[in-house]
């Protein structure tokens, strides 16, 4: 275990603990209103994102009750923390599994997007809210050194790209007709899910940070 003596450690520890918080309602948020203008509109590209929001609130979930335990506790209990870095890798791989299975249904089946206009108030919502959710996240992890918080700026990085990705597919189909762009550009945000992950799991993302 490590202790927390430095005062700015513990501000910064409950400044991440107070970003996942964020993260869990804003995405529980997002997650039913995007499933309910999804079902509604037949869109099925917007239900996935609303699940892919659920994910992320495990994945933030799992790293609030780990910080609330280092400042109840006055420490770190690394080998617990290592665990729960490895259960957040793997929502990064459920969220890769997801993506990539409804994308070749979408190919299959040749899924069209139509149109929703609150789904695509929640797409733009995400797009402005997250890249500065993830900023802040990943400006705490650097700080404190701390893998499990830049796994979940890394999961919020993932949900602007399926927000970009969604709300391209629903524009640009309706621009083109092509429909099979958006299940492509949600295998590419897969292979990305899964690098993630397995640098998550390694405990590699400190020192990819700090290489940049």
Not at 73 to 96: P, Q, W, Y
Not at 203 to 212: C, M, N, R, T, Y
Request: aromatic share 6%; hydrophobic share 50%; glycine share 10%.
């Amino acid at each position: 275990m490590t202790a927390l003596h430095d005062p700015e450690i513990v501000r910064l520890t409950r400044r991440g603990l107070r970003l996942a918080q964020f993260t869990v309602g804003y995405n529980i948020l997002e997650g039913v209103v995007s499933v309910a203008a999804g079902l509604a509109a037949g869109l099925v590209s917007v239900v996935g994102f609303g699940i892919d929001s659920g994910i992320e609130s495990i994945s933030a979930v799992l790293v609030a009750i780990r910080l609330t335990a280092r400042l109840r506790e006055g420490r770190s209990d690394e080998r617990k923390e290592k665990v729960t870095l490895r259960l957040v890798a793997v929502t990064f791989f459920l969220l890769a599994a997801y993506v990539t299975v409804q994308g070749i249904r979408g190919l299959l089946e040749g899924d069209t997007p139509e149109s929703s206009p609150l789904a695509v108030g929640v797409l733009v919502a995400s797009i402005i809210v997250m890249p500065l959710l993830a900023r802040l996240k990943t400006r705490v992890g650097r700080a404190l050194g701390d893998n499990l918080i830049l796994a979940d700026a890394a999961e919020t990085r993932i949900c602007v790209l399926l927000s970009v990705s969604t709300l391209l597919g629903l524009v640009l189909y309706a621009l083109t007709g092509a429909a099979w762009l958006d299940p492509v550009a949600g295998f590419v945000i897969a292979a990305f899910a899964v690098h993630e992950g397995k640098e998550a799991w390694e405990g590699e993302l400190v020192e990819s940070d700090d290489a940049d």
